[in-house]
Every structure is written in C-alpha cells, then in structure tokens.
C-alpha cells in the first residue's frame, strides 16, 4: 500500500514538473530584478530630493517672493472658487505629492516639521528622532520602515527665501515666530520600496517628480486664468512685473537647473561604485 | 451501464454543469462572498475581480518558482489583488481630506499597527453590506489628540473640548474625505449625533448637508 501511495504521488510530481517547468509556456517577468548598474536607494533619493528642493527654491523665491511684490496673492484657501490666489510653498508640494501617488512609481513625498503651522503635519516617533538628527549634522537621514515595507530618506527643507521667514513668523497658527533665513524649517520625507534601483529607476523617479512639478505649476496657471485680474502668462516673470511665466518657461528654467545637480550626484556616485 | 455508474455520471454531469453555470455573469451574485456595500449594488464582479497577467499554468509555475526560492516576487493568482489603486480607479479626488497614502509616512506607525488606515479596505470592506464597516467614529482621536485653531469660529473652541475630553468624534461637523459641500455646523452640542453617524457607516444616507462635490465613476472602465 505505502509503495502505490509512493509511485502515485512521485508519478503525480513528475507530471506537476513537466506541466510546469518542460513543458511550460513562457515565464512570467520577474518585475523585481534590475537589469544594468545598481546604486543604493539613497541615490535615488539624493536625487529626486534636488529635484524638488530646487523647483521649490524658483516657485517660492521667483513666484511667491517676487510675484507678492507686484500684487500676486498666495493663500491656503488657493483652491476656494472666490478666493484669487494661488498655492503657498508647502501647498504646491502637496500638490507634486498627489501627482507622484498617482503615477506608477513607487515613491512617495510628504513634508512635516517640528514647528508646522498645521498641526497635523508634526513629526512624532521615529520621524522626530530623525529630524533632530538631521538638524545636529545638517545631513540626510535614511532608515527602513519595516510596517510599510519602505525605504525612507528625510532631507532638511531650509528656509530659503524671505518669504518663508516673514510668513510663518507672522501666520497665527505658527507655534515659533522666530524663524531666521537658513534655518531648518523641516524636512522632506521621502518613501521607495527597494534597496537598490537600477539607473532606469532613477530616470522613471526624476520623471515622475518632474511632471508633479509641472502639474503643480499648471493647476496655479489654471487658477490664474480664473482670476479677475489675471496675470499675462507667457516668457516673463514676476520681477518684471504682474507676469507669470509659461508651464514652459518655469519648466525650462527649472530643468536647467535640476538637470546640472541630477548628473553631479549620478556621476559622483558611478564613480564611486566603480571603486 | 450499472446504476453506480449512472450515478457517477450524473454525479459528474451534475457539478461540472454548476461549475459552467456559476461561471455565467447572470449567476455571479450566487458565489458573492457578501451583499455589496451600498452604491456598489450594481457592480460588476469584474469591476474590482480584475484578472491577473499571465494564463493559470504561468501563475502557478511563477509561483512555485516563489517559493522555491528562484524567483522574488508572487504573481498574483487568476485575480490581483484588491488594492488602493483599484479603489482610486473610480474614487480619485482633487482634495480628498484623508488620502489613504497620508498615513503611508512613518509617524502613522501606532495608527497602522490599530486601523491600518492606509488601505481603503480597512474602513470599507468590500461584501459587508455596509458603507463603512470597520472604522469607529472615535477613531478620529488616535490622530486628532492636539489641535489649535486661533481663528477658531466654533463657540466652544476646539482645543477646549479636546482638553476637556467633551468630544466623541470629528465626524458631527466634518465629513472625513471632505466630499460634502457643506457649512460647517458652529455651535456645539448642534452637531448631527452619535446614532445617525453610526447609522450613515451602515447604510442609511449622508447625513451632512449638501451636495456631494465629486461623484465616483460608475465603472473602472469609464473614460
């Protein structure tokens, strides 16, 4: 009896076997193996981080700064249908977060503080014991979030303009009103499931984070068209008076920008692979 | 032929003309796991069953692949697997209050480690019959514990009534994915009660005012 039980189950793995794997059709792709060279995930973090840190340094000193000057308006209620106003800072990061969540790849963006104005966006657990490591050595954070699964990489969001300083000093649901130029206001926190990442990774990742800026852009342009006095939108900027440039022009001028700091961080870090 | 055989037969006959009957999309609702939940009544299977890549023999061969060790992902079997991405197909807003990737960063952990509110299927669960079948109306204080408002236009303020633990849920006044245009309702102890929230979670109609601002797609196919 136990030999029949034996052949039996030995003739049914062999069929299993040949059904499977000889006789098989083609394999399904793997979608988890990289092909090409491989960097560390903080790569791609490095990168995507300056992407977005230098689009907000235009958006925040170019247009908010320089388009207040001349009568443009920034508010939290910028999406309010009576309200002629387009996205603080942080709002239109939030918007470049939407963007990526909704795209394939797997990235994700989320801006928070110790101080924030929104309550909601304060750092706790982990999060904070990163943060204030982060403002002693002014350098990235990275861990693994091991609940989600994620890589994560928290970067310190400086005050760069003046704008940043004046306005959270003086907004009423600030909790500090001292806030000087340069400071560490908080941080960008980035999130990727993979270790490592193929230079296709990082391409798809800068692609990604491209488009949510443009897409930001655009919404505020779109606002802008609704404005009862809306700027003309075309080549100039608002330091040269009530203009706002193109989604073209702000994406020319930024990718100029952005693209210069994406080959330095790639070509130091291939060159240190290669050692 | 012997009547044992005969009824083998008919045996056979009999279940593999179920199997090929409940296969039928008219026949869908008798192998449903649950009634739908309200709004989803006249769903399709397909519309959230979506097939998975590959023929069943690729799966299968992908998958013991997996657990043999030589491959490093799963492949899902004859179904993907419900996720947000599913949800969103016909859900996606501009200004959702509560987005689920929201609860993705890493200070949320206490929070996702309770209600894993990162995951649409953890407050609506699909096959309940219910609008809302897991989240409690208090849950909103797992995140809402400290709040300060200094135009605060309510007349008791907010961070009052949190330091006066004299607050169950945010949900009274405010609608959690913020799909309501509504005025927000001002004078404490006038916001809608308890009973008719928990009764909203399971089927009954929007209790806050207002028309809803985005309307979902009828269907993940709909352009």
């Given at each position: 009896m136990k030999n029949k039980i034996f052949i039996i189950t030995a003739l049914i793995l062999m069929t299993l076997s040949v059904y499977l794997f000889k006789t098989a059709p083609a394999l399904l792709a793997d979608k988890s193996i990289k092909v090409g060279s491989q960097f560390p995930v903080s790569v791609l973090f490095k990168v995507v981080a300056a992407e977005n840190a230098i689009a907000r340094a235009i958006y925040t000193s170019k247009i908010v700064g320089k388009g207040k000057e001349v009568g443009l308006k920034f508010s939290e209620k910028w999406k309010n249908k009576t309200v002629?106003?387009?996205?603080?800072?942080?709002?239109?990061?939030?918007?470049?977060?939407?963007?990526?969540?909704?795209?394939?790849?797997?990235?994700?963006l989320f801006l928070g503080s110790d101080y924030p104005i929104a309550s909601t966006n304060k750092f706790s657990g982990q999060q904070i014991e990163k943060f204030i490591q982060l403002?002693?050595?002014?350098?990235?954070?990275?861990?693994?979030?091991?609940?989600?699964?994620?890589?994560?990489?928290?970067?310190?969001?400086?005050?760069?303009?003046?704008?940043?300083?004046?306005?959270?000093?003086?907004?009423?649901?600030?909790?500090?009103?001292?806030?000087?130029?340069?400071?560490?206001?908080?941080?960008?926190?980035?999130?990727?499931?993979?270790?490592?990442?193929?230079?296709?990774?990082?391409?798809?990742?800068?692609?990604?984070?491209?488009?949510?800026?443009?897409?930001?852009?655009?919404?505020?342009?779109?606002?802008?068209?609704?404005?009862?006095?809306?700027p003309e939108i075309g080549d100039k900027w608002p330091e040269q008076g009530y203009f706002l440039p193109s989604d073209k022009t702000f994406l020319a001028a930024y990718e100029k920008e952005a693209s210069l700091q994406t080959m330095k961080i790639l070509l130091s870090n291939t060159v240190h692979n290669e050692k | 032929m012997t009547a044992k055989a005969f009824g083998y037969f008919m045996g056979l006959s009999l279940s593999l003309g179920t199997v090929f009957l409940l296969l039928e999309q008219d026949f869908e609702s008798w192998h449903s796991s649950g009634d739908l939940n309200p709004g989803h009544e006249e769903l399709e299977c397909r519309e959230c069953h979506i097939t998975s890549e590959g023929t069943v023999r690729q799966q299968i061969q992908a998958n013991v692949k997996y657990y043999l060790d030589q491959r490093k992902t799963e492949n899902d079997f004859v179904f993907n697997k419900i996720n947000n991405k599913h949800c969103i197909a016909c859900h996606d807003r501009e200004?959702?209050?509560?987005?689920?990737?929201?609860?993705?960063?890493?200070?949320?952990?206490?929070?996702?480690?309770?209600?894993?509110?990162?995951?649409?299927?953890?407050?609506?669960?699909?096959?309940?019959?219910?609008?809302?079948?897991?989240?409690?109306?208090?849950?909103?204080?797992?995140?809402?514990?400290?709040?300060?408002?200094?135009?605060?236009?309510?007349?008791?303020?907010?961070?009052?009534?949190?330091?006066?633990?004299?607050?169950?849920?945010?949900?009274?006044?405010?609608?959690?994915?913020?799909?309501?245009?509504?005025?927000?309702?001002?004078?404490?102890?006038?916001?809608?009660?308890?009973?008719?929230?928990?009764?909203?979670?399971?089927?009954?109609?929007?209790?806050?005012?207002?028309?809803?601002?985005?309307?979902?797609?009828?269907?993940?196919?709909?352009?």
């Open positions: 002629d106003a387009g996205p603080l800072p942080a709002l239109f990061l939030r918007e470049v977060s939407q963007h990526l969540e909704k795209s394939p790849v797997p990235l994700g403002k002693t050595y002014f350098n990235p954070a990275y861990f693994y979030s091991s609940d989600i699964k994620r890589y994560v990489a928290m970067f310190p969001d400086y005050a760069v303009a003046e704008g940043c300083v004046t306005c959270h000093n003086k907004h009423p649901d600030s909790p500090k009103k001292d806030w000087k130029l340069h400071d560490i206001m908080g941080a960008t926190t980035w999130l990727y499931p993979d270790k490592t990442v193929s230079l296709e990774d990082i391409v798809k990742a800068t692609s990604a984070i491209r488009s949510g800026i443009l897409t930001a852009y655009k919404k505020y342009l779109d606002k802008c068209n609704s404005f009862q006095n809306p | 200004d959702d209050h509560h987005p689920t990737y929201r609860f993705n960063e890493p200070r949320f952990k206490k929070v996702r480690e309770l209600i894993h509110p990162e995951l649409c299927i953890s407050c609506h669960q699909e096959h309940s019959a219910r609008r809302v079948s897991q989240f409690k109306p208090t849950d909103c204080k797992l995140c809402h514990k400290e709040l300060h408002i200094e135009d605060d236009s309510i007349t008791v303020p907010h961070h009052e009534l949190i330091e006066r633990d004299d607050w169950e849920t945010c949900l009274g006044c405010h609608d959690f994915h913020g799909n309501h245009e509504m005025e927000l309702e001002k004078t404490v102890g006038r916001q809608i009660k308890f009973n008719k929230i928990q009764d909203y979670f399971n089927s009954a109609p929007f209790p806050y005012s207002g028309k809803l601002i985005h309307k979902a797609k009828e269907s993940i196919y709909e352009k």
